[in-house]
C-alpha cells in the first residue's frame, strides 16, 4: 500500500501516463498543416477528458462515490486554472519566436518534467497538511490573493491595457531578453531547454495556487495527484487547439478570481462549515459557465 492506495494503482496509473505521452509525441510528429494539426488537438483533448471521465467512474466504483466525485473536482479545477497558464505559454513563445512545431514539442517535454515536479509539490502539501493544522490557513490566505490578483488583472489571467494575452512573469520575461530570439528566429545554435525551461518555471509558479485549490476538495494524496497529472496532460493539446482562441476569453480571469475565491473561503471555513463535493462542483461549473457565456458574447458583439 502507498498513501492508502495498492501499488499496482500506481503502477497502472503512470504505466498509463507514459503510454499517453508516447501517444502524444508520435501524434505531434506527424502533423504538419495548421488545420490538421488543431483538428487532432481537438480530438486528442476530447480523448483525454473522456479518458479521466472513464478513470473518475473507475475510482468512484474501487473507492467509492466520495472519491470519485474529489477527482472530478480536482480535474475541473486544475483544467481551469490550467488554461490560465496556455496565456503566458504564448507569450514565452512568442517572445522565442519558434515555429509551431517545436512550440508542440517544447510542451509535451516540458509536460513531462511537470508530473515529477507536481507529484513533489503535492507530497509536501499534503505533508504540511497532515502534521499542521494552521497550514490550512496559509493556503486558503495564498488562494484569497491569487483571487485577489487575478480579479484585479495582475496575473496571467488579466490585463490592465484591455488584452487579453498577458505578459510572462518577470524571471521568464529576463530569459527571453537575455537570449535575444530576434537574433535567432529559429533559435538557431540555442536548443529548445531554454524553452522547456521557461515553461517548467511556469508551471511551478501556477502550482503554487493550484495545488492548494485541489487540496481545498480533497485530502487523499492519490486523487489529488491522479487528478493532477490527468489535467497536465492535455495541456499540449489544449494550447494548440486553443491557440487561435485566447484573445476571445476575456473575462476569463473574473472566473477563475471567483473559483479560487470559493476554494479558500472552502478551505477556510472546514472546520464550521462542510461543503458537499456535489455541491461544490455545481458552484465551480456555475462560474465557469457564467465566465464562457459573457467572454463569447462580448467577442461576438465585437
Same mark, same amino acid.
Not at 487532432?40 to 483525454?48: G, K, N, Q, S, V
Not at 462515490?65 to 488554461?83: C, D, K, T
Not at 499542521?132 to 496575473?155: P, Q
Given at each position: 500500500?502507498?498513501?492508502?492506495?495498492?501499488?499496482?494503482?500506481?503502477?497502472?496509473?503512470?504505466?498509463?501516463?507514459?503510454?499517453?505521452?508516447?501517444?502524444?509525441?508520435?501524434?505531434?510528429?506527424?502533423?504538419?498543416?495548421?488545420?490538421?494539426?488543431?483538428?487532432?488537438?481537438?480530438?486528442?483533448?476530447?480523448?483525454?477528458?473522456?479518458?479521466?471521465?472513464?478513470?473518475?467512474?473507475?475510482?468512484?466504483?474501487?473507492?467509492?462515490?466520495?472519491?470519485?466525485?474529489?477527482?472530478?473536482?480536482?480535474?475541473?479545477?486544475?483544467?481551469?486554472?490550467?488554461?490560465?497558464?496556455?496565456?503566458?505559454?504564448?507569450?514565452?513563445?512568442?517572445?522565442?519566436?519558434?515555429?509551431?512545431?517545436?512550440?508542440?514539442?517544447?510542451?509535451?517535454?516540458?509536460? %513531462?518534467?511537470?508530473?515529477? *515536479? =507536481?507529484? $513533489?509539490?503535492? !507530497?509536501?502539501?499534503?505533508? &504540511?497538511? /497532515?502534521?499542521?493544522?494552521?497550514?490550512?490557513?496559509?493556503?486558503?490566505?495564498?488562494?484569497?490573493?491569487?483571487?485577489?490578483?487575478?480579479?484585479?488583472?495582475?496575473?496571467?489571467?488579466?490585463?490592465?491595457?484591455?488584452?487579453?494575452?498577458?505578459?510572462?512573469?518577470?524571471?521568464?520575461?529576463?530569459?527571453?531578453?537575455?537570449?535575444?530570439?530576434?537574433?535567432?528566429?529559429?533559435?538557431?545554435?540555442?536548443?529548445?531547454?531554454?524553452?522547456?525551461?521557461?515553461?517548467?518555471?511556469?508551471?511551478?509558479?501556477?502550482?503554487?495556487?493550484?495545488?492548494?485549490?485541489?487540496?481545498?476538495?480533497?485530502?487523499?494524496?492519490?486523487?489529488?495527484?491522479?487528478?493532477?497529472? %490527468?489535467?497536465?496532460?492535455? *495541456? =499540449?493539446? $489544449?494550447?494548440? !487547439?486553443?491557440?487561435?482562441? &485566447?484573445? /476571445?476569453?476575456?473575462?476569463?480571469?473574473?472566473?477563475?478570481?471567483?473559483?479560487?475565491?470559493?476554494?479558500?473561503?472552502?478551505?477556510?471555513?472546514?472546520?464550521?462549515?462542510?461543503?458537499?463535493?456535489?455541491?461544490?462542483?455545481?458552484?465551480?461549473?456555475?462560474?465557469?459557465?457564467?465566465?464562457?457565456?459573457?467572454?463569447?458574447?462580448?467577442?461576438?458583439?465585437?
Amino acid at each position: 500500500m502507498i498513501a492508502g492506495v495498492s501499488w499496482i494503482w500506481w503502477l497502472g496509473f503512470h504505466a498509463v501516463v507514459a503510454a499517453l505521452l508516447v501517444a502524444d509525441s508520435l501524434l505531434t510528429r506527424r502533423q504538419r498543416e495548421a488545420r490538421r494539426t488543431q483538428a487532432a488537438a481537438w480530438l486528442w483533448t476530447a480523448l483525454l477528458v473522456a479518458a479521466a471521465t472513464g478513470f473518475a467512474v473507475w475510482v468512484a466504483i474501487a473507492k467509492g462515490r466520495q472519491p470519485g466525485l474529489e477527482f472530478v473536482a480536482g480535474y475541473a479545477i486544475e483544467m481551469s486554472l490550467s488554461v490560465d497558464n496556455l496565456f503566458v505559454f504564448l507569450a514565452i513563445f512568442q517572445g522565442f519566436r519558434i515555429t509551431p512545431q517545436r512550440q508542440h514539442t517544447a510542451l509535451l517535454w516540458g509536460m %513531462a518534467g511537470a508530473v515529477v *515536479l =507536481r507529484a $513533489l509539490f503535492i !507530497a509536501a502539501g499534503i505533508t &504540511l497538511l /497532515r502534521h499542521f493544522s494552521w497550514i490550512t490557513w496559509v493556503f486558503g490566505l495564498i488562494l484569497l490573493y491569487a483571487a485577489w490578483r487575478l480579479v484585479r488583472g495582475d496575473a496571467a489571467g488579466g490585463s490592465s491595457t484591455g488584452s487579453a494575452i498577458p505578459e510572462a512573469p518577470t524571471a521568464i520575461q529576463n530569459l527571453i531578453r537575455k537570449l535575444q530570439p530576434a537574433e535567432h528566429p529559429r533559435l538557431g545554435i540555442w536548443s529548445l531547454l531554454p524553452v522547456i525551461l521557461a515553461v517548467e518555471v511556469t508551471d511551478v509558479i501556477f502550482a503554487v495556487d493550484s495545488i492548494p485549490a485541489v487540496l481545498a476538495v480533497s485530502h487523499n494524496p492519490f486523487v489529488v495527484y491522479t487528478s493532477n497529472i %490527468a489535467a497536465i496532460l492535455g *495541456l =499540449r493539446s $489544449l494550447y494548440v !487547439a486553443l491557440a487561435s482562441l &485566447l484573445d /476571445r476569453f476575456r473575462y476569463l480571469h473574473y472566473g477563475l478570481g471567483a473559483l479560487l475565491a470559493f476554494v479558500a473561503l472552502k478551505m477556510l471555513t472546514a472546520r464550521w462549515i462542510d461543503v458537499p463535493i456535489t455541491l461544490s462542483l455545481a458552484v465551480m461549473g456555475a462560474i465557469l459557465a457564467v465566465c464562457a457565456a459573457a467572454s463569447w458574447m462580448a467577442s461576438n458583439r465585437e
